[in-house]
């Protein structure tokens, strides 16, 4: 038997937009999530994981490379930028005798980019002026639906709801599962196999199944929490007031048609996931199997009045990340919870040594079953006026906006919702100091510029101006025949900067 088939199969599990606490095994008291709490059963969980930089670009370049933005360049969503020139994730594997196949979103630039992969099945969320065709877009032409994947109306960057349009099969949730389970029943059989498997969901659009609604019609979930510091809209950062901006027509009332329509997805995805680990299973393979699930970012969901990504709190930056080994293997011990700090440049090390294959470059990342440890984990979104910076020791939390120099601190382990900002405090200034040295350290790019004698000292406060939306967050339209190849690097649906 050669080496390669020694090693065991990888599959890569990434969901958009999905926040760490909205999970059953983390304790939400109301999301359906058996499938993901039974692989947290079976495996470990890492509740300390953070997207370095929460947007959909520079994530994915994190885990597909190994590195942060400091290396990859991106850290403010740059929809032309080409991946760097370094190894990833799929062609390292390749190159070491994987089959290598990815259903579902890169959001890489150009489109049909395979950054490695032996064959991609792609899901772009609807962009075709961005060049090469959508797979699943080309599924829904075949299945007598041209261009009306978007004739729902939803739109994919805003908290809209109502319930799927076109029949069950069609929805990209379904697609990507089933695309998946054809693929693993197409495998070369004479090599491992690596898998990405990459949902597009829960990120908006919200247009769930309607039977997905229905299990939610009569649920209460939690108010999200508003604290104190985040009441006066006037006296926010500019990074959060340009957010409240952004969302300003979100109105209460329309919290519970949100939330429902978000778990909604959520549970979508759990159950389809169901289907390619009986795939695994009935194939021979789920025992010999790497399975690691985790997320881009999370998504705020009302809370302190939020809403979406590119902030570092909880629900936006903390990412849930389960991790399956194969079945017997010692470093993933079934139900249980490791509480190191995980990064997504972990991503790529920690799948690697799985595999037993030394990385072609040096990475940025630590395996997450190795003996390495950070003690301190910064993070970076944006280089303009809504620019902000995290770090973390795992118990207490710095976030710096550099626009106006405010800076926020929080005890996670007291305070988990961060309803108290803690910056300026006698009793932690040990604290306080050390995790600003930790940025002053990482700094690079703009945070030159914002650095004096060592010290955070950032800018004065540009003033807040209310944005116009013209194009309505980015609002696809009818996609046949498909809109023209233009204005690809126009970003929609970024509040301020």
Known sequence: MSDSMKRPNIMLVTVDQWPASLMGYAGHPTVLTPTLDQLARNGVCFPNTYSECPICIPARRTMMTGNTARIHGDRSFDPVARMPDSPTLAATLGAAGYQTTAVGKLHVYPPRDRIGFDDVHLAEEGRPHLGGYDDYDLFLADQGFPGQGFNH????????????????????????????????????????????????????????????????????????????????????????????????????????????????????????????????????????????????????????????????????????????????????????????????????????????????????????????????????????????????????????????????????????????????????????????????????GADTGWIADGKLVGTPAKPFVSQTNRGLSGQRGFHFPPPPQAGADVVVGTPGG
């Open 153 to 444: 109306g939803m739109n994919n960057n805003d908290y809209l709801w109502r319930p799927f349009h076109l029949p069950e099969h069609c929805h990209v949730t379904n697609w990507t599962t089933w695309k998946m389970c054809r693929e693993i029943k197409r495998r070369d059989p004479t090599r491992p196999g690596f898998w990405h498997l990459s949902y597009t969901a829960p990120h908006p659009p919200l247009a769930p199944l309607q039977a997905y609604l229905d299990i939610y019609r009569d649920a209460e979930p939690p108010v999200p929490p508003i604290a104190d510091w985040a009441r006066d809209e006037a006296a926010l950062p500019y990074a959060l007031r340009s957010i409240t901006d952004y969302w300003a027509h979100v109105k209460p009332h329309h919290l519970r048609g949100i939330q429902r329509a978000f778990m909604a997805l959520c549970t979508h995805i759990d159950h389809q996931f169901r289907l390619v680990l009986g795939t695994l299973r009935e194939e021979g393979l789920l025992d010999d199997t790497v399975v690691l699930f985790t997320a881009d970012h999370g998504d705020m969901l009302g809370t302190h009045g939020l809403w979406a990504k590119r902030i570092f709190y909880e629900d936006s930056a903390r990412v849930p990340t389960i991790l399956l080994g194969p079945a017997g293997d010692a470093r993933t011990a079934p139900g249980s919870v490791d509480r190191r700090l995980v990064q997504l440049a972990d991503v790529m090390p920690t799948l690697l040594n799985f595999a037993g294959v030394t990385p072609q470059a040096p990475m940025e990342g630590l395996s997450m079953i190795g003996a390495a440890r950070r003690q301190v984990l910064t993070a970076a979104c944006r280089d303009d006026a809504s620019a902000t910076r995290m770090a973390t020791d795992g118990r207490h939390k710095l976030i710096w906006y550099p626009n106006g120099n405010t800076i926020q601190l929080f005890d996670l382990r007291e305070d988990p919702q961060e309803m108290r900002n803690l910056a300026g405090e006698t009793t932690l200034a040990e604290v306080q100091a050390k995790l600003e040295a930790a940025l002053v350290a990482d700094a690079w």
